[in-house]
T-cell receptor, first 116, second 113 residues
Framework: AQKVTQAQTEISVVEKEDVTLDCVYE???????LFWYKQPPSGELVFLIR??????QNEISGRYSWNFQKSTSSFNFTITASQVVDSAVYFC?????????????FGTGTRLTVIP | DSGVTQTPKHLITATGQRVTLRCSPR?????VYWYQQSLDQGLQFLIQ???????AKGNILERFSAQQFPDLHSELNLSSLELGDSALYFC????????????FGPGTRLLVL
């Protein structure tokens, strides 16, 4: 059965610090997709990234980076030089569907607070 | 603004009632996804439609149903409402079937009293 664990319930950092949000997943499939979403205090959901199981290259987008390691079944998300606007709940998700964002299974989320 | 619209923004109703939530995807997007976010269950994928056809089904109750119309807007129908159905319901859209990039609407907050 698929499972996503975000062990960090809440994290607080001071502005400009780097922070890593952990995501550990379980799946028996060899083809799967991993996702990260952001939910700021305003409540809307923002899609951040989709990564398939065959692409283990790390991804960098501005201050955001993602480290995918199949050996440890982890898909961690790092924010460098954090800003107050990064304060949000971040969700990691897994899909075993062959095409992508279907039948997503979400973690319980990590609430990040960036203190000015 | 993601380009995805959802109506209504808020809905208050009573147990046993039926409601319809509406979602209009971004122009050109063929996939519509529905998600439920509640305190008890967290975030859950409900259902996906692609170009009018049901594509994937998640943890959607039998009391719930959805459809996507020829103009690609989608409706989520919730019937025989229970207190536990109180939640934030999100709609998202993507141009492709796999959701390489998804755009979310602002959500509909449903309160069942």
């Amino acid at each position: 059965a698929q499972k996503v664990t975000q062990a960090q319930t809440e994290i607080s950092v001071v502005e400009k610090e780097d922070v890593t949000l952990d995501c550990v997943y379980e799946t028996r499939d060899t083809t799967y997709y991993l996702f990260w979403y952001k939910q700021p205090p305003s409540g809307e959901l923002v899609f951040l990234i989709r990564r398939n199981s065959f692409d283990e290259q790390n991804e960098i987008s501005g201050r955001y980076s993602w480290n995918f390691q199949k050996s440890t079944s982890s898909f961690n998300f790092t924010i460098t030089a954090s800003q107050v606007v990064d304060s949000a709940v971040y969700f990691c998700a897994l899909s075993e569907d062959q095409t992508g964002a279907n039948n997503l299974f979400f973690g319980t989320g990590t609430r990040l607070t960036v203190i000015p | 603004d993601s380009g995805v619209t959802q109506t209504p923004k808020h809905l208050i109703t009573a147990t046993g009632q039926r409601v319809t939530l509406r979602c209009s995807p971004r122009s050109g997007d063929l996939s519509v996804y529905w998600y439920q976010q509640s305190l008890d269950q967290g975030l859950q994928f409900l259902i996906q439609y692609y170009n009018g056809e049901e594509r994937a089904k998640g943890n959607i109750l039998e009391r719930f149903s959805a459809q996507q119309f020829p103009d690609l807007h989608s409706e989520l129908n919730l019937s025989s409402l229970e207190l536990g159905d109180s939640a934030l319901y999100f709609c998202a859209s993507s141009v492709d079937v796999g959701g390489e990039t998804q755009y979310f609407g602002p959500g509909t907050r449903l309160l069942v009293l």
